[in-house]
T-cell receptor, first 117, second 114 residues
Framework: GAVVSQHPSWVICKSGTSVKIECRSL??????MFWYRQFPKQSLMLMAT?????????EQGVEKDKFLINHASLTLSTLTVTSAHPEDSSFYIC?????????????FGPGTRLLVL | SQKIEQNSEALNIQEGKTATLTCNYT??????LQWYRQDPGRGPVFLLL?????KEKRKERLKVTFDTTLKQSLFHITASQPADSATYLC?????????????FGTGTRLQVTL
């Protein structure tokens, strides 16, 4: 199956600093990737759609200037949390789309746990 | 308003029995529906996809049904094993023109005991 990696797997940072998370599709090319956030005991919430070579599309309520997304190649999308604050502490998960016969399947990375002190 | 509900937050069953998880939705017209498994601290793992015009899909011990009239999907794990213990998420797919966006249910935590 399709493999998606994320780096780092966890990060601790001080309030006010910026953190970059990488999402890579290892054995396929992905025109579209998605970024999600998951708080404890809650489901995944879509933050933004990342399209290779164009600007990301953000969901309502997600600040695009705070969560910068860059999809510079068909195998890499990055999410930068700028000026992070404790309320940004969460589990960030990316997915990459693989078109398949009956539709599309999103393959997810293992997630990045962010803790902002 | 749009809503996706998975019938129970947690489900405990005995090894060897069939686990049945329910996903109900309102005010959606999904193109297809997917089921994922998520283990603690990990990303979701894709299990099955079923389209709106399909009634049933099977994969090994897994079976999914999709009733667009009832707006419901059922997910079955037969001959359940302790290794099946995890959180199971249903997700509705809506086409956006370039790719399908997924909206996830709240998940059902399945615990299979010996």
């Amino acid at each position: 199956g399709a493999v998606v990696s994320q780096h780092p797997s966890w990060v601790i940072c001080k309030s006010g600093t910026s953190v970059k998370i990488e999402c890579r599709s290892l054995d396929f090319q992905a025109t579209t990737m998605f970024w999600y956030r998951q708080f404890p005991k809650q489901s995944l919430m879509l933050m933004a759609t990342s399209n290779e070579g164009s600007k990301a599309t953000y969901e309502q309520g997600v600040e695009k200037d705070k969560f910068l997304i860059n999809h510079a190649s068909l195998t890499l999308s990055t999410l930068t949390v700028t000026s992070a604050h404790p309320e940004d502490s969460s589990f960030y998960i990316c997915s990459a789309v693989v078109p398949e016969g009956y539709g599309e399947t999103q393959y997810f990375g293992p997630g990045t746990r962010l803790l902002v002190l | 308003s749009q809503k996706i509900e998975q019938n129970s937050e947690a489900l405990n069953i005995q090894e060897g029995k069939t686990a049945t998880l329910t996903c109900n939705y309102t005010n959606y017209s999904p193109a297809y529906l997917q089921w994922y498994r998520q283990d603690p601290g990990r990303g979701p793992v894709f299990l099955l996809l079923i389209r709106e015009n399909e009634k049933e899909k099977r994969k090994e011990r897994l079976k999914v049904t999709f009733d667009t009239t009832l707006k419901q999907s059922l997910f079955h794990i037969t001959a359940s094993q302790p290794a099946d213990s995890a959180t199971y998420l249903c997700a509705l797919a809506l086409f956006t023109g370039t790719a399908s966006k997924l909206t996830f249910g709240t998940g059902t935590r399945l615990q299979v005991t010996l």
